[in-house]
């Protein structure tokens, strides 16, 4: 059974980088797409972007080109950095399987802006 | 970018009476390799999103067959043909054919 977990800060202060990571087990990271969204405390879900297997990432423009994802296939993990952020970036934070069908969910990770 | 219109916003079903979710995209969601990548996803309160219905129609394994999708070009729907306590959350529709991916706004259903 495939089964990603992140980590990372819980609380991040404005205008400094909040990072994660998406650790996967029961699957490699050499044979599939891989992705983050997020959702602001009871609202809907948002699409930051996803990466591929070979390293090639695509990235929602409406977070205006602070998001990277990146990964790691040693570890089996993959990253979401996310610079200069505010308070509408609090929100919670999965990562998935698969990009245009993201079959397999993570339990997701609240991120708090705040000083 | 392609914007995903749900309604209604809510439902209020009671228990054993159908249900049906309604999706509209701003445009056509044929992708090139002729896949539709329309998928409803099922929130319950406090968890992560799962996913129920893939590619319009096809039932994720494991979700009941009281859950069915239907549609093409720009409208979609989800039906429930019975709805149960364990159907309460919201569900979104999500599309994944043209960059940005995106989600429905969600239709919360509740039981009556």
């Known amino acids: 059974q495939v089964q990603l977990q992140e980590s990372g800060p819980g609380l991040v202060k404005p205008s400094e980088t909040l990072s994660l990571t998406c650790t996967v087990s029961?699957?490699?990271?050499?044979?599939?797409?891989w992705s983050w969204i997020r959702q602001p405390p009871g609202k809907g879900l948002e699409y930051i972007g996803y990466?591929?297997?070979?390293?090639?990432?695509n990235h929602n423009p409406s977070l205006k080109g602070r998001a990277t994802i990146s990964l790691d296939t040693s570890n089996n993990q993959f990253y979401l950095t996310l610079r200069s952020v505010t308070a509408a970036d609090t929100a919670i934070y999965y990562c998935?399987?698969?990009?245009?069908?993201?079959?397999?969910w993570s339990q997701g990770t609240l991120v708090t802006v705040s000083s | 970018d392609v914007v995903m219109t749900q309604s209604p916003l809510s439902l209020s079903v009671t228990l054993g009476q159908p249900a049906s979710i309604s999706c509209r995209s701003s445009q056509g969601l044929v992708y090139s390799d002729g896949n539709t990548y329309l998928h409803w996803f099922q929130q319950r309160p406090g968890h992560s999103p799962r996913r129920l219905i893939y590619?319009?129609?096809n039932r994720d394994s494991g979700v009941p067959d009281r859950f069915s999708g239907s549609g093409s070009g720009t409208d979609f729907t989800l039906k429930i043909s019975r709805v149960e306590a364990e159907d309460v959350g919201i569900y979104y529709c999500?599309?994944?054919?043209?960059?940005?991916?995106?989600f429905g706004g969600g239709t919360k259903v509740e039981i009556k």
């Open positions: 590619m319009v129609s």
């Open positions: 998935t399987r698969t990009a245009r069908r993201l079959d397999f």
């Open positions: 029961g699957d490699s990271l050499k044979t599939n797409y």
């Open positions: 990466i591929s297997h070979n390293g090639d990432s």
């Open positions: 999500m599309q994944g054919t043209h960059w940005p991916f995106a």
